[in-house]
Structure formats: structure tokens, C-alpha cells
């Protein structure tokens, strides 16, 4: 099996993990409580999906 015979500069090496960094997700806004969500996801505040119910969501106690 072949073996690389030379190194590769760092310029190609830094150009190939250019793309590497994270991203931040998109958000939507929730139609019920206009709190921002995750899409294709139930609300994590209100715990509605595509107009209805879907969790029960319990509040923080103090």
C-alpha cells in the first residue's frame, strides 16, 4: 500500500478544516407563546406541537 513521500504544507492542511466550525441552529418563534424553539420540535416552554398539546410542562418552584 502506498505511503504519502511528502508533506503536505500547512496552508492545504488549514485550508481542508476551514469549514470545521460549529453553527448556531436556526430558531423559530412558537405560535402559542412566542418563545424561541427548535424547528420540527415541541416548545420546551408551553410543550405545544403543530397546535396542540403534546408535553406537560411543570414550572419551576422558588
Known amino acids: 500500500m502506498a ?3 511528502h508533506r503536505h504544507t500547512r496552508s492545504r ?6 469549514n470545521w466550525k460549529g453553527q ?3 430558531l423559530g418563534v412558537c405560535p402559542e407563546c ?22 406537560a410542562v411543570v414550572e419551576k418552584e422558588k
Not at 492542511?13 to 476551514?18: F, L, S
Not at 412566542?34 to 403534546?54: D, F, I, W
Open 3 to 5: 505511503n504519502p513521500t
Open 24 to 26: 448556531i441552529p436556526d
Open 34 to 55: 412566542n418563545e424561541p424553539k427548535l424547528p420540527h420540535m415541541a416548545c420546551t416552554s408551553c410543550g405545544s406541537y403543530k397546535g396542540r398539546k403534546v408535553l
Open 13 to 18: 492542511r488549514d485550508k481542508r478544516r476551514a
